[in-house]
């Protein structure tokens, strides 16, 4: 008779308790079920007790170490990124950069430049925004800014320590068709008090007008305004050699050598200038008119070429800027709005389709004559 091997005694084995079993769980493995069961349920009467308003969405996990992997703020090379922690006191957008606000504007999804992207905003032009990046007066979450810096809609821009709300949709620029009368300084602040143009225009909810190029004291004539600072940057810039148009008249006559030289070129204190064209309007007595075209916008420009041949300039006129032309009866101190159409042709922009553009189009154009805010009479 074999003999069997000895072998340990082991304890009866006992089924454990629910209690035990409830303990030795993984109540993160319980509430990934419970979700699960949410989202999806099992039981066969599930139907008869389903919520009518549908499935809600797994909520992520709450905790201290838990992290959500959407939100951009919170990865690694947030810094490198375009995009930044929102600072005390401010509201993050919900969502992240690609959340939307209700009723918010479509984002563009690549970065744009600093200057290009408050040139729109209507904060300054171009170079006027250089020249406060330079000087430290515009921050990017909270860092200073730099030259030729892309942002992004999740960065936080601040100019002389106030946020600026930023929009990243194309919209539709405003330009503004001003007559400027003799007496009026193209200038927001004038240490002598004089009146000055912007006193005249329609106050802006969002942004500031900005003047394209000047004119001085005692010129009149065509003056353009926008909102956007792109738009006045291709304008002003002296690369697209816009031409402008003045009619000047003079104590005296020129020459036919004085004319030539007009045209081939007078040196000035600044550099060569000259005129594209130079046609003679007729004239009574003293006073003889006429009509330039010139490519610059130096100051004074015009009659420092007219003194530098020895005529004075007893008037200048201008009467048109690039393909903006000073409407006939648009007269002295009165200004009107550019219908949307034009503006966006002239700023190289598609014209927006809608109900409303199409209506605003149809309407005819409002001349305004207004006065200074300040209670000046116009001269």
Same mark, same amino acid.
């Given at each position: 008779?074999?003999?069997?091997?000895?072998?340990?005694?082991?304890?009866?084995?006992?089924?454990?308790?629910?209690?035990?079993?409830?303990?030795?769980?993984?109540?993160?493995?319980?509430?990934?079920?419970?979700?699960?069961?949410?989202?999806?349920?099992?039981?066969?009467? $599930?139907?008869?007790?389903? *919520?009518?308003?549908?499935?809600?969405?797994?909520?992520? %996990?709450?905790?201290?170490?838990?992290?959500?992997?959407?939100?951009?703020?919170?990865? $690694?090379?947030?810094?490198?990124?375009? &995009?930044?922690?929102? +600072?005390?006191?401010?509201?993050?957008?919900?969502?992240?950069?690609?959340?939307?606000?209700?009723? $918010? =504007?479509?984002?563009?999804?690549? =970065?744009?430049?600093?200057?290009?992207? !408050?040139?729109?905003?209507?904060?300054?032009?171009?170079?006027?925004?250089?020249?406060?990046?330079?000087?430290?007066?515009?921050?990017?979450?909270?860092?200073?800014?730099?030259?030729?810096?892309?942002?992004?809609?999740? *960065?936080?821009?601040?100019?002389?320590?106030?946020?600026?709300?930023?929009?990243?949709? +194309?919209?539709?620029?405003?330009?503004?068709?001003?007559?400027?009368?003799?007496?009026?300084?193209?200038?927001?602040?004038?240490?002598?008090?004089?009146?000055?143009?912007?006193?005249? @225009?329609?106050? !802006?909810?969002?942004?500031?007008? &900005? $003047?394209?190029?000047?004119?001085?004291?005692?010129?009149?004539?065509?003056?353009?305004?926008?909102?956007?600072?792109?738009?006045?940057?291709?304008?002003?810039?002296?690369?697209?050699?816009?031409?402008?148009?003045?009619?000047?008249? /003079?104590?005296?006559?020129?020459?036919?050598?004085?004319?030539?030289?007009?045209?081939?070129?007078?040196?000035?204190?600044?550099?060569?200038?000259?005129?594209?064209?130079?046609?003679?309007?007729?004239?009574?007595?003293?006073?003889?008119?006429?009509?330039?075209?010139?490519?610059?916008?130096?100051?004074?420009? /015009?009659?420092?070429?007219?003194?530098?041949?020895?005529?004075?300039?007893?008037?200048?006129?201008?009467?048109?800027?690039?393909?903006? %032309?000073?409407?006939?009866?648009?007269?002295?101190?009165?200004?009107?709005?550019?219908?949307?159409?034009?503006?966006?042709? @002239?700023?190289? /922009?598609?014209?927006? +389709?809608?109900?409303?553009?199409?209506?605003?189009?149809?309407?005819? /154009?409002?001349?305004?004559?207004?006065?200074?805010?300040?209670?000046?009479?116009?001269?």
């Amino acid at each position: 008779m074999s003999r069997k091997p000895n072998r340990p005694l082991r304890p009866p084995t006992k089924k454990k308790s629910d209690a035990i079993e409830i303990l030795d769980r993984d109540p993160r493995a319980d509430r990934r079920a419970a979700r699960d069961e949410e989202v999806q349920p099992s039981a066969p009467d $599930a139907h008869l007790n389903a *919520d009518p308003r549908g499935a809600r969405r797994a909520r992520p %996990e709450s905790g201290r170490g838990s992290r959500r992997p959407d939100d951009p703020a919170r990865r $690694a090379d947030a810094h490198q990124t375009a &995009l930044g922690q929102p +600072q005390r006191g401010e509201r993050a957008p919900r969502g992240g950069v690609s959340g939307r606000a209700r009723n $918010a =504007p479509t984002t563009l999804t690549e =970065p744009e430049r600093l200057q290009k992207v !408050l040139a729109q905003a209507g904060v300054a032009s171009r170079r006027e925004i250089e020249d406060w990046v330079l000087a430290g007066r515009i921050s990017v979450n909270g860092l200073p800014a730099a030259l030729g810096q892309k942002i992004g809609p999740g *960065d936080r821009v601040k100019v002389n320590g106030k946020l600026v709300p930023l929009r990243f949709s +194309q919209r539709s620029p405003r330009v503004l068709i001003y007559h400027k009368p003799e007496g009026e300084i193209v200038s927001r602040d004038d240490p002598e008090g004089r009146p000055t143009v912007f006193e005249r @225009l329609p106050l !802006l909810r969002k942004g500031r007008w &900005l $003047a394209v190029g000047r004119l001085d004291f005692n010129t009149s004539g065509l003056l353009l305004f926008t909102n956007d600072g792109d738009l006045a940057n291709r304008l002003m810039h002296p690369r697209y050699e816009l031409e402008r148009e003045y009619a000047v008249r /003079v104590l005296g006559e020129l020459t036919e050598e004085q004319a030539q030289s007009l045209c081939e070129g007078i040196q000035l204190e600044d550099g060569l200038a000259k005129f594209n064209q130079l046609r003679a309007e007729g004239g009574e007595g003293a006073n003889h008119w006429y009509r330039v075209t010139i490519s610059e916008g130096r100051n004074r420009e /015009v009659r420092r070429m007219f003194e530098a041949v020895g005529l004075t300039v007893s008037r200048l006129m201008r009467v048109r800027y690039g393909s903006v %032309e000073l409407p006939a009866r648009l007269k002295r101190g009165m200004w009107m709005e550019m219908p949307e159409a034009d503006a966006c042709r @002239l700023a190289g /922009v598609p014209v927006p +389709q809608s109900r409303e553009s199409d209506e605003r189009a149809k309407r005819p /154009v409002k001349l305004h004559r207004t006065q200074p805010r300040g209670g000046a009479k116009e001269r």
